[in-house]
């Protein structure tokens, strides 16, 4: 890992400030962004759209960058989740001006090509809610290392929705309708998919998609792990 290159109040503004994203005014601005620095706990201010606005070095020391490296980049560039219908329930609820604690399980890898790991944000709406949608205060708790996934689950985003459509009971017609494919079409990604996970008809298709992890369990409609 990189060092954070940066002590005391100076870790969370970095090398490029804040990013015009955080006002702070006199002391009491200073005082939040050296209590930001001194946290173990990776912290990030972002946007409702998820542009991080300031991190403080346990956030950055993620991917082995220094705090001011982060601003502008957006959560989902950093960190995969591994539930789509989180984010789904986030947006929705920040779009209704709800203010409960969210918490989204997710991915990422140590130094953005290291050791893959997973843990889960803690997504907090601060701030005013008009006229501008609430920034987001998000804290990171980092769990182990991500097990990997079994053989042959790799697939690529085509042969996913259409696992997801099979799996919601959709026909042959309404999928290729949906992903811009003829029937010929599906039938060749349903036909692969068969022979490589050498299951017979497209119940087991979908069954083993849950078994190995490329269909969310527990969610309606169907939805991938990306």
Not at 39 to 62: F, H, K, T, W, Y
Not at 108 to 135: F, H, Q, T
């Amino acid at each position: 890992m990189a060092e954070d290159g940066a002590g005391g109040a100076g870790g969370a503004r970095g090398a490029g400030g804040t990013g015009g994203g955080v006002e702070h005014t006199g002391g009491w601005g200073n005082y939040f962004l050296t209590l930001l620095d001194r946290l173990p706990l990776p912290v990030a201010v972002c946007r409702s759209d998820g542009e991080v606005l300031i991190a403080n070095p346990a956030m950055a020391n993620q991917w082995g960058e220094v705090p001011g490296r982060l601003n502008g980049r957006n959560l989902l560039d950093l960190f995969r989740p591994r539930d789509r219908a989180q984010l789904e329930r986030l947006g929705e609820a920040l779009r209704r001006g709800y203010r409960s604690r969210y918490l989204v399980r997710v991915c990422w890898r140590m130094g953005g090509d290291g050791a893959a790991r997973e843990g889960e944000l803690s997504i907090d709406p601060v701030g005013e809610a008009a006229p501008n949608r609430p920034a987001l205060l998000v804290l990171l708790r980092v769990g182990d290392e991500c097990p990997a996934r079994p053989e042959g689950a790799e697939v690529s985003p085509v042969e996913e929705r259409v696992l997801a459509l099979a799996a919601s009971g959709a026909t042959t017609a309404a999928m290729g309708k949906a992903l811009g494919l003829t029937v010929d079409g599906v039938n060749y990604h349903l036909t692969r998919l068969s022979r490589r996970w050498r299951v017979p008809n497209r119940t087991a298709l979908v069954a083993r998609a849950y078994v190995l992890g490329v269909l969310t369990p527990g969610v309606w409609p169907p939805a991938t792990r990306r």
